[in-house]
């Protein structure tokens, strides 16, 4: 009987403890995979903080428990940078998490002991995945990024031995043994961060999966990182679950769960604007960009003449707070109507809608993967960590996306925008994100199969 165990007691589920870092990019996938693995007879419990809680009346199959969490202003400011958040949010959700766990185990809320299988925890997450091997529970790492970032930040270690961290200028373009196709320039960074600080989160996230977990789920799929997967299993000698694209795995997808309220008006928007005729512009959820660079997209966007769709999220101009970023003096009047800004779109409905035509993203993973999955070429504008590597894997590995321009400004923005839109490079990407997209839905649920099983087995 899938997912059930007999007990002394009668038949009883076996239950999955999922718990993610509260960013839009982490829940989103995590909820899916709770989805997925209850549908499957597991039940199911979320343990979440309290800042950016899912709401609990969109997932009615799924237990919530909250890990009554303090955060300083650091993890949740939208001034302080991604490892900033990281290293504060996992000092400040160890204890929490581990308490919240125990309570589960003690039967928390139900009144009798829980049948606890794994806890399925954020893969940046030294610190419950570290928790869970204490209160003997086997851990399961959720990887929200590219098998390929988790492997660069597997082998920083070695990377920093060998000269290539910290990064220098004169090898921006060196490509990195044992990493191909990254050049040292695509390596994940968070600028402005010391680099002792940065290898000591990568080291501590690397020692957490090397000395408590089980095993490694990852939201891609084979056909775009097979090799990636294999030498990740390999590196680990654990096994990795591809169960991605997880919110193709649905025949009624579940409600998105979305930290700010989308614009659906934008949907009726691009319904007034002829089939790829319109391109699509967000950084995502966290990526800040600086006052000039912000004024650089709008101009470029301006120049481009091509209709566009821009998000420019409250809190996405670096020291601006968390206001709604205003648009440069006279850029209304320039694109007279060509343009919609919206603070937060639908955006899986966006990329689905005919009137879109390429997508400038910031290569957040589940943005890329989302745009592969409506075949939609890319402009790539990596901010930070992950999305670098990300970046170039769009561009050199799966040749479906151009970037931006090395330097933002706005003529090489418009020239990007009118290859991507119109030109022969932007038709032949188009071509190779239609193969993907059909390669990604033909990615089938047996990885979730076989995740069950050993969650099952364990
Ligand atoms: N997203 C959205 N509306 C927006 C911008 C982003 O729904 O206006 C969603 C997007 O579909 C994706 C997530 O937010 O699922 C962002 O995750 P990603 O990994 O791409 O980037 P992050 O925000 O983590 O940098």
């Known amino acids: 009987m899938a997912g059930r165990e007999q007990h002394g007691d009668g038949v009883r589920r076996r239950r999955v403890v999922l718990f993610s870092l509260p960013f839009q990019g982490h829940l989103n996938p995590m909820l899916k995979l709770a989805a997925l693995l209850r549908a499957r007879g597991l039940g199911v419990t979320v343990l979440h903080t309290g800042f950016n809680a899912p709401d609990p009346a969109r997932h009615a199959e799924v237990d919530f428990f909250p890990i009554h969490e303090t955060l300083p202003d650091e993890a949740t400011s939208p001034d302080s940078d991604i490892l900033r958040k990281l290293l504060a949010l996992n000092a400040a959700c160890e204890a929490p998490f581990r308490a919240a766990l125990a309570s589960l185990l003690r039967g928390g809320g ?7 299988a794994c806890a399925v925890v954020d893969g940046q997450c030294y610190a419950a995945m570290g928790a869970a091997a204490q209160l003997g529970v086997p851990a399961l790492a959720l990887r929200t990024d590219s098998a390929a970032a988790f492997r ?18 004169e090898q921006l373009d060196e490509p990195v043994p ?6 040292v320039q695509d390596l994940i960074r968070v600028d402005g961060c010391d680099t002792d600080e940065l290898c000591g989160f990568v080291a501590s996230v690397a020692d957490a999966v090397r000395a408590s ?12 990182e097979a090799s990636e997967l294999a030498k990740i299993q390999r590196e680990l000698s654990l096994p990795a679950f591809a169960v991605g694209p997880l919110h193709l795995l649905f025949q009624t997808p579940p409600a998105e769960q979305s930290l700010h309220e989308p614009d659906h008006g934008c949907l009726a928007w691009l319904d007034a604007h002829p089939p790829r005729s319109v391109l699509y ?7 800040c960009v600086d006052r000039g660079a912000f004024e650089e997209m709008a101009w470029g966007l301006a120049g481009s003449g091509v209709p566009f769709l821009w998000v420019a999220r409250p809190g996405s101009v670096s020291g601006a707070g968390d206001e709604a970023p205003p648009l440069p003096d006279g850029f209304e009047e320039e694109i007279r109507g060509r343009g919609k800004i919206v603070k937060w779109a639908p955006q899986r409905e966006v990329l689905a809608h005919e009137a879109i035509c390429a997508f400038w993203t910031h290569c957040g993973w589940n943005s890329t993967l989302e745009s592969i999955c409506e075949g939609v070429p890319m402009l ?8 670098m590597v990300t970046a170039r894997y769009v561009t050199h590995e799966w040749g479906v996306g151009l970037e931006v321009g090395e330097v933002l400004e706005r003529g090489t923005v418009s020239k990007a925008v009118t290859e991507v839109m119109a030109g022969e490079d932007g038709a032949q990407m188009r071509e190779r994100a239609h193969r993907l997209q059909m390669q990604a839905s033909a990615a089938t649920s047996s990885a979730m199969d076989s995740l069950v099983r050993f969650i099952l087995s364990l």
Request: glycine letters at 6%; a negative charge.
């Open 110 to 116: 139900s009144g009798h002991r829980q049948d606890v």
């Open 152 to 169: 660069n930040m597997l082998a920083c270690p070695r990377l920093r031995d060998a000269g290539y961290i910290p990064i220098k200028e």
């Open 178 to 183: 044992d990493l191909e196709p990254l050049r």
């Open 213 to 224: 977990v089980s095993g490694i789920v990852i939201n891609t799929f084979e056909a775009i």
């Open 281 to 287: 512009v967000s950084l995502g959820s966290l990526a």
């Open 380 to 387: 790539v504008q990596p901010c930070f960590a992950d999305q």
